[in-house]
């Protein structure tokens, strides 16, 4: 089914976080370069986000850039720092007609200054969107995230601002850069891939998996409203039994 009269409308995850991946395998089959795909995707972007918004999701997190794709060639980095503010100088009206605020994840300071300067300004331009918050994690990773928690915590127990005995799974989240929004409790993966790249790694502890061969570039509304349809499938019972879950 492609609609979504089948849709559980009370049953919508407010956190999905999306691996965007098959980029460059899409532009291979295709003969072209690495880039046609990564510039083919925004289509993928644009209607993931406005199919979350309609369904009711109220945190969007899409992993566009980690810590490790600064390995990648340079030429590659550029361009995609170059397609970056592109994108977000392009799609902020969008996001401002639909009242969709704007947010980051990750080590902003590594980015270039004009990419820098671009997301400040959508941020502080979307910041009174409510309908649902978009959130970019770029030059981002799970163990950065995890590493400058630590840092942080260490920091404040050194000041006595922070008692080694008070640090709790709560404590830790706090210091996370995801501290103001819910863990996800959906991950979609295109491509095919079977892992979870360094993306979150705390906070998808509970996280449900969807993972579909299709590569990024091709992902639609349709492809999105099947994976909620996947997630309500579900039974979601966090350590506990079936019947522990079926009466509380």
Same mark, same amino acid.
């Given at each position: 089914m492609t609609g979504k009269a089948d849709i559980d409308t009370q049953n919508i995850p407010a956190h999905v976080a999306v691996i965007m991946d098959g980029n460059g395998r899409w532009a291979k089959q295709r003969g072209g370069l690495r880039m046609f795909g990564h510039q083919s995707a925004i289509t993928a972007v644009r209607e993931t986000v406005e199919e979350a918004a309609e369904l009711g999701v109220r945190y969007l997190t899409? &992993? $566009?850039?980690? @810590? %490790?794709n600064w390995n990648r060639p340079a030429l590659e980095v550029m361009a995609l720092m170059q397609l970056?503010?592109?994108t977000i100088r392009q799609e902020t009206a969008t996001l401002l007609k639909n009242s969709i605020r704007l947010e980051s994840i990750g080590d902003i300071s590594t980015l270039p200054n004009n990419c820098q300067r671009e997301l400040a300004e959508a941020m502080e331009l979307t910041k009174a969107g409510t309908r649902m918050t978009l959130v970019l994690a770029l030059s981002y990773s799970g163990r950065w995230d995890l590493t400058q928690a630590a840092r942080r915590m260490a920091a404040d127990v050194a000041n006595g601002q922070l008692q080694p005995a008070d640090v709790s799974e709560k404590t830790v989240a706090s210091y996370l850069v995801t501290a103001s929004m819910p863990d996800p409790e959906l991950l979609i993966r295109t491509s095919g891939e079977q892992r979870i790249s360094n993306?979150?790694?705390?906070?998808l502890a509970y996280t449900e998996l969807y993972i579909t061969d299709l590569l990024w570039p091709d992902f639609r509304k349709e492809?999105?409203? %099947? $994976?909620?349809? $996947? &997630?309500q499938r579900r039974e979601r019972?966090?350590?506990? @039994?079936s019947e522990q879950v079926a009466v509380s």
């Amino acid at each position: 089914m492609t609609g979504k009269a089948d849709i559980d409308t009370q049953n919508i995850p407010a956190h999905v976080a999306v691996i965007m991946d098959g980029n460059g395998r899409w532009a291979k089959q295709r003969g072209g370069l690495r880039m046609f795909g990564h510039q083919s995707a925004i289509t993928a972007v644009r209607e993931t986000v406005e199919e979350a918004a309609e369904l009711g999701v109220r945190y969007l997190t899409l &992993y $566009a850039f980690s @810590t %490790e794709n600064w390995n990648r060639p340079a030429l590659e980095v550029m361009a995609l720092m170059q397609l970056l503010v592109h994108t977000i100088r392009q799609e902020t009206a969008t996001l401002l007609k639909n009242s969709i605020r704007l947010e980051s994840i990750g080590d902003i300071s590594t980015l270039p200054n004009n990419c820098q300067r671009e997301l400040a300004e959508a941020m502080e331009l979307t910041k009174a969107g409510t309908r649902m918050t978009l959130v970019l994690a770029l030059s981002y990773s799970g163990r950065w995230d995890l590493t400058q928690a630590a840092r942080r915590m260490a920091a404040d127990v050194a000041n006595g601002q922070l008692q080694p005995a008070d640090v709790s799974e709560k404590t830790v989240a706090s210091y996370l850069v995801t501290a103001s929004m819910p863990d996800p409790e959906l991950l979609i993966r295109t491509s095919g891939e079977q892992r979870i790249s360094n993306f979150l790694l705390w906070q998808l502890a509970y996280t449900e998996l969807y993972i579909t061969d299709l590569l990024w570039p091709d992902f639609r509304k349709e492809h999105f409203r %099947e $994976a909620i349809r $996947a &997630y309500q499938r579900r039974e979601r019972r966090f350590g506990k @039994t079936s019947e522990q879950v079926a009466v509380s």
